[in-house]
T-cell receptor, first 112, second 114 residues
Protein backbone atom coordinates (compact mmCIF):
# COMPACT_ATOMS: atom_id res chain seq x y z
CA UNK A 1 0.00 0.00 0.00
CA UNK A 2 1.31 3.45 -0.92
CA UNK A 3 2.20 5.47 2.14
CA UNK A 4 3.57 8.89 3.04
CA UNK A 5 5.08 9.27 6.49
CA UNK A 6 6.08 12.59 8.01
CA UNK A 7 8.25 13.38 10.98
CA UNK A 8 8.18 14.80 13.50
CA UNK A 9 4.45 14.86 14.24
CA UNK A 10 4.88 18.20 15.96
CA UNK A 11 7.68 20.68 16.48
CA UNK A 12 8.09 23.83 18.56
CA UNK A 13 10.89 26.28 17.78
CA UNK A 14 11.83 29.84 18.66
CA UNK A 15 11.13 32.63 16.22
CA UNK A 16 14.11 33.24 13.97
CA UNK A 17 15.41 29.67 14.16
CA UNK A 18 15.61 27.25 11.24
CA UNK A 19 13.92 23.86 11.09
CA UNK A 20 13.64 20.85 8.80
CA UNK A 21 10.62 18.64 8.30
CA UNK A 22 10.91 15.13 6.88
CA UNK A 23 8.80 13.09 4.48
CA UNK A 24 9.36 9.45 3.49
CA UNK A 25 7.19 7.75 0.91
CA UNK A 26 6.61 4.37 -0.65
CA UNK A 27 4.44 5.56 -3.55
CA UNK A 28 5.25 3.88 -6.82
CA UNK A 29 5.33 4.74 -9.62
CA UNK A 30 6.30 8.27 -8.64
CA UNK A 31 5.09 11.35 -10.48
CA UNK A 32 5.76 14.32 -8.21
CA UNK A 33 5.95 15.40 -4.58
CA UNK A 34 4.26 18.45 -3.10
CA UNK A 35 4.46 20.34 0.14
CA UNK A 36 1.41 22.19 1.42
CA UNK A 37 0.99 24.63 4.29
CA UNK A 38 -2.28 24.50 6.21
CA UNK A 39 -3.09 27.24 8.68
CA UNK A 40 -5.50 26.34 11.48
CA UNK A 41 -9.06 26.40 10.18
CA UNK A 42 -8.00 27.01 6.58
CA UNK A 43 -7.47 24.95 3.45
CA UNK A 44 -4.02 23.69 2.39
CA UNK A 45 -1.97 26.03 0.21
CA UNK A 46 0.72 24.77 -2.16
CA UNK A 47 4.35 25.60 -1.36
CA UNK A 48 6.25 23.53 -3.92
CA UNK A 49 5.80 20.78 -6.51
CA UNK A 50 8.87 18.68 -7.35
CA UNK A 51 9.23 16.17 -10.15
CA UNK A 52 11.59 13.22 -10.35
CA UNK A 53 14.40 15.24 -11.89
CA UNK A 54 14.34 18.09 -9.36
CA UNK A 55 16.57 17.84 -6.28
CA UNK A 56 15.89 21.22 -4.73
CA UNK A 57 13.20 23.85 -5.05
CA UNK A 58 12.80 27.09 -3.14
CA UNK A 59 9.84 29.32 -2.39
CA UNK A 60 11.05 32.28 -0.37
CA UNK A 61 12.23 31.00 3.02
CA UNK A 62 11.00 27.50 2.20
CA UNK A 63 13.36 25.05 0.50
CA UNK A 64 12.28 21.54 -0.42
CA UNK A 65 14.67 18.73 -1.32
CA UNK A 66 13.92 15.44 -2.99
CA UNK A 67 15.93 12.22 -3.14
CA UNK A 68 13.95 9.96 -5.46
CA UNK A 69 16.40 7.09 -4.94
CA UNK A 70 15.81 6.88 -1.20
CA UNK A 71 12.22 8.18 -1.52
CA UNK A 72 12.79 10.98 0.94
CA UNK A 73 11.99 14.67 0.93
CA UNK A 74 12.60 17.46 3.37
CA UNK A 75 11.22 20.96 3.84
CA UNK A 76 13.63 23.46 5.35
CA UNK A 77 12.32 26.70 6.80
CA UNK A 78 14.84 29.47 7.28
CA UNK A 79 14.57 32.29 9.82
CA UNK A 80 11.17 31.19 11.04
CA UNK A 81 8.39 33.71 11.64
CA UNK A 82 5.28 33.53 13.80
CA UNK A 83 3.23 33.23 10.61
CA UNK A 84 4.99 29.95 9.82
CA UNK A 85 2.98 28.30 12.61
CA UNK A 86 0.87 25.78 10.68
CA UNK A 87 0.65 22.16 9.62
CA UNK A 88 2.88 21.14 6.74
CA UNK A 89 1.62 18.32 4.59
CA UNK A 90 3.66 16.19 2.21
CA UNK A 91 1.73 14.79 -0.76
CA UNK A 92 2.97 12.31 -3.35
CA UNK A 93 1.39 11.90 -6.76
CA UNK A 94 1.23 8.42 -8.24
CA UNK A 95 2.20 8.20 -11.87
CA UNK A 96 -0.36 6.99 -14.40
CA UNK A 97 -3.52 7.83 -12.48
CA UNK A 98 -5.26 10.64 -10.63
CA UNK A 99 -4.21 9.47 -7.19
CA UNK A 100 -2.56 11.58 -4.50
CA UNK A 101 -1.35 10.13 -1.20
CA UNK A 102 -1.33 12.59 1.69
CA UNK A 103 0.85 12.49 4.78
CA UNK A 104 -0.67 13.27 8.17
CA UNK A 105 1.36 16.45 8.46
CA UNK A 106 3.82 18.05 10.87
CA UNK A 107 2.35 20.60 13.25
CA UNK A 108 4.87 23.46 13.56
CA UNK A 109 4.58 26.05 16.31
CA UNK A 110 6.78 29.14 16.35
CA UNK A 111 7.08 30.85 19.72
CA UNK A 112 8.36 34.42 20.24
CA UNK B 1 -10.88 35.86 -8.55
CA UNK B 2 -12.42 34.10 -5.55
CA UNK B 3 -10.71 30.73 -6.20
CA UNK B 4 -12.54 27.78 -4.63
CA UNK B 5 -15.56 28.70 -2.53
CA UNK B 6 -17.23 26.28 -0.13
CA UNK B 7 -20.49 26.70 1.74
CA UNK B 8 -21.47 26.32 4.49
CA UNK B 9 -18.38 26.69 6.68
CA UNK B 10 -20.06 24.96 9.62
CA UNK B 11 -23.02 22.58 9.82
CA UNK B 12 -24.56 20.41 12.51
CA UNK B 13 -26.80 17.54 11.44
CA UNK B 14 -28.74 14.83 13.19
CA UNK B 15 -28.21 11.20 12.24
CA UNK B 16 -30.25 10.34 9.17
CA UNK B 17 -30.58 13.88 7.85
CA UNK B 18 -29.36 14.76 4.37
CA UNK B 19 -27.57 17.85 3.17
CA UNK B 20 -25.46 19.24 0.35
CA UNK B 21 -22.06 20.87 0.65
CA UNK B 22 -21.56 23.40 -2.10
CA UNK B 23 -18.33 23.99 -4.01
CA UNK B 24 -17.73 26.52 -6.76
CA UNK B 25 -14.57 27.61 -8.56
CA UNK B 26 -14.07 30.55 -10.90
CA UNK B 27 -10.74 29.48 -12.42
CA UNK B 28 -12.22 27.41 -15.28
CA UNK B 29 -10.62 24.26 -13.84
CA UNK B 30 -11.59 20.95 -15.36
CA UNK B 31 -10.61 18.83 -12.36
CA UNK B 32 -12.56 19.09 -9.10
CA UNK B 33 -12.56 16.86 -6.06
CA UNK B 34 -13.81 16.40 -2.51
CA UNK B 35 -11.65 15.31 0.42
CA UNK B 36 -12.30 14.68 4.05
CA UNK B 37 -9.77 15.42 6.78
CA UNK B 38 -9.92 13.56 10.06
CA UNK B 39 -7.59 13.87 13.08
CA UNK B 40 -4.45 11.77 12.72
CA UNK B 41 -5.16 10.88 9.10
CA UNK B 42 -4.12 12.32 5.79
CA UNK B 43 -6.73 13.85 3.50
CA UNK B 44 -8.78 11.15 1.84
CA UNK B 45 -10.42 11.46 -1.56
CA UNK B 46 -14.20 11.00 -1.62
CA UNK B 47 -15.17 11.73 -5.23
CA UNK B 48 -13.63 13.56 -8.14
CA UNK B 49 -14.52 14.89 -11.56
CA UNK B 50 -12.33 15.47 -14.62
CA UNK B 51 -14.93 17.59 -16.38
CA UNK B 52 -18.62 18.47 -16.62
CA UNK B 53 -20.75 15.35 -16.75
CA UNK B 54 -17.93 13.06 -15.54
CA UNK B 55 -17.53 11.87 -11.95
CA UNK B 56 -15.72 8.99 -10.32
CA UNK B 57 -15.24 7.47 -6.89
CA UNK B 58 -12.25 8.06 -4.72
CA UNK B 59 -10.98 6.21 -1.69
CA UNK B 60 -13.98 6.70 0.64
CA UNK B 61 -17.13 7.25 -1.47
CA UNK B 62 -19.73 5.39 0.60
CA UNK B 63 -22.53 7.61 1.89
CA UNK B 64 -21.76 10.46 -0.49
CA UNK B 65 -23.09 11.46 -3.89
CA UNK B 66 -21.79 14.00 -6.42
CA UNK B 67 -22.75 15.45 -9.77
CA UNK B 68 -21.03 17.87 -12.16
CA UNK B 69 -23.50 19.65 -14.39
CA UNK B 70 -21.27 22.70 -14.96
CA UNK B 71 -17.53 23.33 -15.00
CA UNK B 72 -17.85 25.69 -12.02
CA UNK B 73 -19.87 23.66 -9.51
CA UNK B 74 -19.29 20.34 -7.78
CA UNK B 75 -21.73 19.73 -4.90
CA UNK B 76 -21.29 16.89 -2.41
CA UNK B 77 -24.46 15.28 -1.07
CA UNK B 78 -24.71 13.35 2.17
CA UNK B 79 -27.62 11.00 1.67
CA UNK B 80 -28.28 9.91 5.29
CA UNK B 81 -25.78 11.43 7.69
CA UNK B 82 -23.98 9.20 10.19
CA UNK B 83 -21.71 10.17 13.12
CA UNK B 84 -18.79 8.63 11.18
CA UNK B 85 -19.20 11.43 8.65
CA UNK B 86 -18.25 14.04 11.23
CA UNK B 87 -15.23 15.61 9.59
CA UNK B 88 -13.82 18.63 7.81
CA UNK B 89 -14.53 18.53 4.10
CA UNK B 90 -12.38 20.22 1.49
CA UNK B 91 -13.16 20.88 -2.13
CA UNK B 92 -10.17 21.23 -4.46
CA UNK B 93 -9.68 22.01 -8.12
CA UNK B 94 -6.91 21.85 -10.68
CA UNK B 95 -6.48 23.24 -14.19
CA UNK B 96 -5.31 19.94 -15.63
CA UNK B 97 -4.84 16.47 -14.27
CA UNK B 98 -4.15 16.24 -10.57
CA UNK B 99 -0.86 14.54 -11.41
CA UNK B 100 0.61 17.60 -13.08
CA UNK B 101 -1.49 20.56 -12.03
CA UNK B 102 -1.40 22.53 -8.82
CA UNK B 103 -4.31 21.71 -6.55
CA UNK B 104 -6.25 24.66 -5.11
CA UNK B 105 -8.27 24.03 -1.96
CA UNK B 106 -11.31 25.76 -0.53
CA UNK B 107 -11.42 26.88 3.10
CA UNK B 108 -13.26 23.79 4.26
CA UNK B 109 -16.67 22.87 5.65
CA UNK B 110 -16.78 21.53 9.20
CA UNK B 111 -19.60 19.01 9.63
CA UNK B 112 -20.79 17.53 12.91
CA UNK B 113 -23.28 14.68 12.91
CA UNK B 114 -25.01 14.03 16.24
Amino acid sequence: KNQVEQSPQSLIILEGKNCTLQCNYTVSPFSNLRWYKQDTGRGPVSLTIMTFSENTKSNGRYTATLDADTKQSSLHITASQLSDSASYICVVSEGGNEKLTFGTGTRLTIIP
Amino acid sequence: NAGVTQTPKFQVLKTGQSMTLQCAQDMNHEYMSWYRQDPGMGLRLIHYSVGAGITDQGEVPNGYNVSRSTTEDFPLRLLSAAPSQTSVYFCASSYSTVNTGELFFGEGSRLTVL
